[in-house]
């Protein structure tokens, strides 16, 4: 008997990003062997506390770049695309399913200065 597995799509289904994430993926290892908290201490005087737009987690942008040196990718927007796709960098950074992921000028910007 033929079976036809129909409307695969609109599927509700409640999971997290930790179920998703291999327990010997590279990036798990990373994440707990080193704590990235330092870096906020190592830019604070580049922000302003009282005034101007909410900035993106200056750890988040640091791990994006991250990524991109330990899997070779070179463009930021190629960077910007792998991110939006995979689960893994997606739990690496701490981004949920439905966040989006800062775009590719933010990362070059970020990188230049």
């Not at 707990?32 to 993106?56: A, M, Q, T």
């Not at 899997?71 to 989006?100: D, M, P, T």
Request: hydrophobic share 35%.
């Amino acid at each position: 008997m033929l079976t036809r597995n129909e409307n695969v799509q609109l599927k509700m289904e409640i999971i997290s990003l930790e179920e998703l994430m291999p327990e010997d993926h590279l990036l798990r290892k990373i994440e707990d062997n080193i704590d990235f908290s330092f870096i906020y201490e190592l830019v604070k005087d580049k922000y302003c506390e009282n005034n101007g737009r909410p900035s993106i987690d200056p750890v988040i942008l640091f791990k994006m770049i991250f990524i991109g040196y330990l899997y070779g990718i070179r463009s930021e927007r190629r960077l910007v695309e792998e991110i939006k796709y995979n689960i893994a960098y997606r739990w690496f950074l701490g981004i949920g399913l439905k966040e989006s992921v800062p775009n590719s000028s933010t990362i070059s910007q970020n990188r230049r200065r």
